[in-house]
């Protein structure tokens, strides 16, 4: 029997609201033993809050995302980074795909002052830093550098061997999804195979980015195996050593306590 630990999920999400339970029992069964779940929206956290309180191996992290700064308010997170369960702030980060044209510069500007502010309470909080980063590499590392972090995950990796080396170099975890399964991706696997196995975690980032065998449909926890067989595939090992592998190093970063490894 594996545990699996999807360090990054979103099932407060509207995708989910027609077969959360359903959903959270078929990830049991396919040997999801904890989930991280993000908040989706520190101005109305009733739904996450539920999610928590209700399932004993669902943990929380709360943050503003970057796509979400227009009605954002940052006093909303520190309230968020004292429930019951959560263990990090995020995600939150830098995300340059959607600036508009014309207004480019203001938008990078108030991306970067949302996540030094937020950079900020994660280390007042004591929390790891759970980061996006899509497009805006440069400005990122720079941040994460001049504020000190040393703890935390960039979600989702998605850059080259610099990025990683230099993540890496700023003590951070590094966690991949869904992608490194898609046909097209053998420059990310090549990243898996460079990876810390000590540094590395595996997530679903649902209902986001499935994983080849369900690419089109909505991804969710259960499909974690695919992204885990895949890593297994890549470094040449088992599939019971990348679960327990990546669920201790969750266990670590997050500060929990490793239960459910055989």
């Excluded at 995950?153 to 230099?166: A, P, Q, R």
Aim: charged share 30%; proline share 5%.
């Amino acid at each position: 029997m594996i545990s699996l630990f999807d360090t990054h999920a979103h099932l407060t999400d509207k995708a989910f609201n027609d077969d959360l339970e359903k959903t959270v029992s078929g990830a049991q069964d396919s040997g999801v033993a904890r989930i991280l779940n993000v908040c989706d929206d520190v101005n109305n956290p009733g739904r996450f809050k539920e999610l928590l309180e209700k399932y004993s191996f669902i943990y929380g992290a709360a943050g503003i995302h970057p796509h979400e700064l227009e009605n954002a308010d940052l006093k909303k997170v520190p309230p968020m980074l004292e429930l019951k369960k959560v263990v990090a702030l995020g995600e939150i980060g830098l995300d340059y795909h959607y600036l508009r044209a014309g207004h480019e510069e203001n938008e990078k500007k108030r991306q970067q002052e949302f996540f030094r502010a937020q950079l900020k309470m994660s280390k007042d909080a004591g929390l790891p830093v759970i980061i996006h980063c899509r497009e805006a590499w440069d400005d990122t590392l720079k941040i994460v550098a001049e504020g000190n972090i040393g703890r935390g995950v960039f979600h989702c990796f998605s850059g080259g061997e610099n990025e990683l080396n230099k993540c890496l170099e700023l003590g951070f975890y590094i966690s991949f999804a869904g992608p490194i399964t898609y046909p097209k991706a053998a420059d990310l696997r090549k990243i898996v195979e460079i990876t810390p196995l000590d540094r590395m975690l595996i997530e679903t980032d649902c209902p986001y980015l499935a994983p080849q065998q369900h690419r089109g449909k909505r991804n969710e926890p259960a499909f974690i195996k695919h992204t885990a067989e895949k890593v297994a595939e890549i470094r040449k090992i088992s599939l019971e050593e990348v679960s327990q592998i990546t669920f201790r190093n969750a266990c670590r970063i997050f500060n929990l306590v490793v239960k459910y490894i055989p």
